[in-house]
């Protein structure tokens, strides 16, 4: 929620109070700089010890309600037939109206089953914008992915309401180029998370689900932030600023044939899974469920957690929860839009994402430019960001980079977590390091897995700027900053 104040200025405001904390510590710049080289120059590798603001994801670090962490206690831990898992069936019935439900340990979980059941050899999936775990499963089962986003997606700075509408215009010509043979289903991610948490509208969503009716091609929503894309739909679609999140929810659901998530983004929980009212797709899929992930009844999440998901999937329609991150991204982007850094606009769900390619706009994209904007704010903040470029697509057969469509570094947002103050004192160092630009370097490889290498790959940087940065932050804050 925002508020309006008597001198003009909306601000988000928390519809909550605090009375669970964790510490953090502030590691002065030399110990930042120490931390940042062990962790070859990749957030991923950093230890929560060393970081002060941990903005790397929203995933699986929401803070829980009172109301999650009491219905754990109730947790039925049967290996089947577990109560905690028909709770959580009741509560995906009433907010997403889908008959039947198959847990999962987590997204990429589910992404594996439904490329198992779905993808054949040579198929394609067409999408409005890859996510790594989604590319990595369907390519995996030999399928191949198809961005058919609007030319606005990546277009950084923008009015441009729902860059995370697909391109009707190029589906049709997907849809008369493979055939709905080829075509395993159509994937829509409510909120593109890697274009920097843009919806898509109601309208796009029912004109693409027009097309695929005809051709007899499965709708998939990846709903991880379906409350975020419901949020916006009400904000910014005209005709929809008196309807509730359950009703929007509702109204996408029914356009899409199968649903799937990460439990751990909008739900506030570490799960996932798998929801259809389609009793063939749910026979095709269930089988596998006790192969990859558990039984029928817990699919891999621990029982508790099945438990705070059904009050999680309740909660996540409600607006301040829905909103709770939304608005904070938003007073986020402004902030920085003010003072003159490059930022990903309209404001989206899930995180602030800074435009590399602008902000470092002297490194060329093969220096990998996000990944040494996420390397420089952490040395400069104790903030730990995500890399969202290049480091984070793997390399083609031929063993060249491919070159991201953007290069952004992520400044998650989880909800409920964060305050006022440590937002102003994010917008303040990034403010800090965006007139210090020049002294920020590129990076390169030293050590690559060939599959999700973001996750473990270590680089260094190109010349000492890393140590130049700290000095340079030390020399304006003291030594003890
Ligand atoms: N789909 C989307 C849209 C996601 O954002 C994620 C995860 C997944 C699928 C995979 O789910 O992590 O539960 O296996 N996003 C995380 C992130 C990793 O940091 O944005 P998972």
Redesign the pocket.
Known sequence: MSVLLSDGRTIPIETHKIRIVQKVRLPPAAERLRAMEEAGYNTFLLRTRDIFIDM?????TNAMSDNQLAAMMQADDAYAGSESFYRLADAVREVFGYEYLLPTH??????HLLAKVFVKPGDVVPMNYH????KAHFELAGGKVLEIFTPEALQTQSECPFKGNLDLGRLDETIARYGPERISFVRM?????LLGGQPFSMENLRAVKQRLEGAGIPLVV?G??ISENAYFIRQREPGYENKSIREIIREMMALADICY?????SCAV???FIATSNREYFDRIRPWLPVYEGFFTYGGMSSKEIEAMAVGVREMTELEVAGSSAEFVRYFVERLEAIGVPVVTPPGG?ACHLDATRFLDHLPQAQYPAGALAAAVYIGSGIRG?ERGTVSMDRDQEGRDVMSDLELL?L?VPRRVFTMSQIEYAVDRVGWLHRNRALVGGLEFYEEPPVLRFFAGKLKPLGDWGARLAEAFAREFGPAC
Request: cysteine-free; overall charge positive; charged content about 25%.
């Open positions: 790397l994801t929203d995933s699986g987590q997204g990429r979980a589910a992404e996510f790594t775990t989604t991610e409510a909120t593109t998370n990846d991880s932030l998530l990460s439990g751990r983004k570490r799960g996932g899930l995500m992520r998650a």
